[in-house]
């Protein structure tokens, strides 16, 4: 279980009623880790886990040894560098920070024969829910789906420009180093006036991706911006233009800032504005036009404004865009240090009216989009139909006054 509260009062009430509830069916909950030294000496105070030695204090945390060790034995490796790991990802809760640890997969991946075999294996064994190194793993997918298409066998060893590639990838990802995220993305002791989700696209022949971005305005005037999320996906094997592409690119960006803003707005109470930018100005004209395209384009422009609408759409110039990074399967050896992939474009620090703008061509002036309008428009026929209930009487039925007795008028009805 993990949880983020405001204050150490209120993690030590989280503390304390936890295990007092766990502790009604007999069990003993521990494994406690938490950024504030001061509440995890606490709270290691009340667990009991301190003891003296001849050079002081020294804190054993029960939940990262053995029994043995807990009772006469050092701490282990953990303990030491004070990491240990949040659903799967390991977070150093001294500094308070996220981070990837690659070392064992590199030692995996030069331990297989180059094989589709070997490089699925290795791409299955990296762990990025929040795809940080996205531009770097598009890259092992996209080589995977090259396999495919050349059938080559699963344990047929490769040769040639696949070997070329495939130890390129494995020499790449050694090299990804020291790849560090603030947990929190909010400063401490400030307050927030504003909160936006900036989210880009991008497209190429290789794959399409999107990033996320939160940008926040404290009261002190101060603005900040954090990568939040991103997600890389190869291109279809059926061949599609660009355009095309750069439309699938667009469509992944409602799903996944509705995610993050669906988190987001838990924590905040201001709304959350959400930007969308992209860099082709063929997938404006399809959002911001309600024109009548071809069916791929009109889906996909469906499915785009169910979760957005067409003014939260922004022409972005692409060098300005940073998705265009795993879009292209590039790959930076100083990711770590890129401000670029981290913090988003230049413009985000600047004020609205310094964003850049682009005057939305019209589907008329824009041939690429132009290509993908119906050239004979469906005839739409409309039907209206009544859906009221009239209710019905026998006298609706049968004009009594047109029979002369009574006796008449049971042989009619019957």
């Given at each position: 279980m993990s949880c983020s509260v405001k204050s150490s009062t209120e993690a030590i009430e989280i503390y304390?009623?936890?295990?007092?509830i766990l502790l009604k069916g007999g069990f003993n909950l521990r494994k406690w880790k938490t950024n504030d030294k001061e509440l995890l000496n606490r709270i290691n105070t009340l667990e009991g886990l301190s003891r003296s030695t001849d050079k002081g204090v020294s804190t054993f945390l029960e939940d990262d040894q053995s029994f043995t060790q807990f009772s006469v034995g050092p701490p282990n490796s953990d303990s030491a560098t004070n990491t240990t790991k949040i659903l799967g990802v390991p977070w150093n809760y001294?500094?308070?920070?996220?981070?990837?640890?690659?070392?064992?997969?590199?030692?995996?991946?030069k331990s297989l024969i180059p094989t589709k075999r070997s490089l699925l294996q290795i791409a299955a064994k990296v762990f990025d829910p929040l795809g940080c190194i996205s531009l770097f793993t598009i890259n092992l997918k996209a080589l995977f789906?090259?396999?495919?298409?050349?059938?080559?066998?699963?344990?047929e060893p490769l040769e040639g420009d696949y070997l070329k590639q495939y130890?390129?990838?494995?020499?790449?990802?050694?090299?990804?180093?020291?790849?560090?995220l603030k947990r929190s993305l909010f400063a401490k002791g400030q307050k927030v006036s504003k909160v936006e989700l900036h989210a880009f696209s991008d497209a190429s022949e290789r794959s399409y991706a999107t990033v996320i971005y939160l940008r926040i305005l404290y009261e002190s005037g101060d603005v900040k911006i954090h990568f939040v999320t991103s997600k890389a996906k190869v291109s279809p094997i059926k061949k599609q233009s660009i355009p095309r592409l750069e439309l699938l690119g667009a469509t992944l960006m409602p799903k996944l800032a509705h995610t993050v803003r669906s988190v987001l707005q838990k924590e905040v109470q201001e709304p959350i504005d959400t930007f969308y930018w992209v860099d082709s100005m063929a997938t404006l004209c399809w959002i911001k036009n309600n024109k009548p395209w071809k069916q791929f384009v009109r889906h996909r422009v469906s499915e785009v404004l169910k979760l957005s609408s067409r003014e939260d759409w922004h022409h972005c110039p692409g060098p300005q865009n940073p998705a265009d990074l795993p879009s292209r399967g590039n790959f930076a050896p100083l990711l770590a240090g890129n401000p670029f992939w981290w913090e988003g474009p230049e413009f985000?620090?600047?004020a609205p009216d310094k964003w850049p703008s682009a005057?939305?061509?019209?589907?008329?002036?824009?041939?690429?989009?132009?290509?993908?309008?119906?050239?004979?428009?469906?005839?739409?026929?409309?039907v209206m139909v009544n859906s009221g209930k009239e209710e019905i009487e026998l006298g609706n039925i049968i004009d009594i006054s047109r029979s002369s007795s009574k006796g008449k008028l049971l042989r009619t009805i019957a």
């Open positions: 304390q009623t936890s295990k007092d001294d500094s308070d920070e996220l981070f990837l640890d690659l070392k064992p997969l590199v030692v995996f991946a789906q090259d396999l495919c298409v050349a059938k080559v066998a699963w344990d130890n390129d990838l494995i020499t790449q990802l050694g090299d990804l180093k020291e790849i560090k985000l620090r600047l005057q939305i061509q019209s589907a008329f002036e824009c041939s690429e989009a132009l290509a993908e309008k119906v050239k004979v428009e469906p005839k739409i026929t409309r």
